[in-house]
């Protein structure tokens, strides 16, 4: 039998699910017509975890809203003006990036009439890992910004400060170089290409022996295109 705290738990975490017929985040109903027809899942290291078969709905949720996922799933959603205000306390910085979300590894769900639409992501160990699902792309772009790898974006990009695009500009003037090489792309030259997924989304690349050698990526296109003009002329 549920106790009251945990009666309020389960009615947080009911319908918050509309495409899931049993009405319960982490509930699925996978053998109708036996004795236990309810499962309850959670998603742990990556990966889909069973907790059990149930006789009932109900009795699956009480599983799931008794682990630190349930927990979790059944906590009041985080306004963007709290995520913004804890990544400032904890000393975090939620890093941008120009696709849907606004925010680097935090993607817009194909369902975004879900409760929770926004979900962050990373690559960990040569294998893409869900870190969950969040009501506003602030409080995903935080849990990255939590993990290992944010942690370790963020220091990448604070040991090194974007250059604008005049300053790009200015940089390739002192070297003698020219920003003439226009292309008919989205970036408007040629060896830059734009990822709008990454933080600072301008990858610039040479080619090599006949093959694209990629040499990183910039906040500005003109940034991409005067370490490419660089290596260009300076590489055999």
Known sequence: MATQAEAARLT???????????????VHLV????PKPYQ???WRGGKQVSLGSFATAAEAVL????TPEGRDAAKPPMTSEE???LAEAEGLTLLRADNKTGYYNVH?????????PYQARLWRGGHKVSLGTFATAEEAALCFARSPEGQAVAKREAAAPPL???????????EGLTLALKADNKTGYFGVYYNPSKPRPYEARVSRRGKPVPLGFFATAEEALTLTLTLTLTLP
């Open 12 to 26: 947080l975490l009911e319908g918050k699910n509309s495409t899931n017929p049993t009405g319960y985040i982490g």
């Open 31 to 34: 053998q109708p017509g036996q």
């Open 40 to 42: 309850a899942k959670v």
């Open 63 to 66: 599983c799931f809203g008794q």
């Open 83 to 85: 995520a913004r205000q």
């Open 108 to 116: 817009l769900l194909s369902n975004p009439g879900k409760s929770k």
């Open 164 to 174: 604008t695009s005049e300053e790009a500009r200015q940089q390739a003037e002192a």
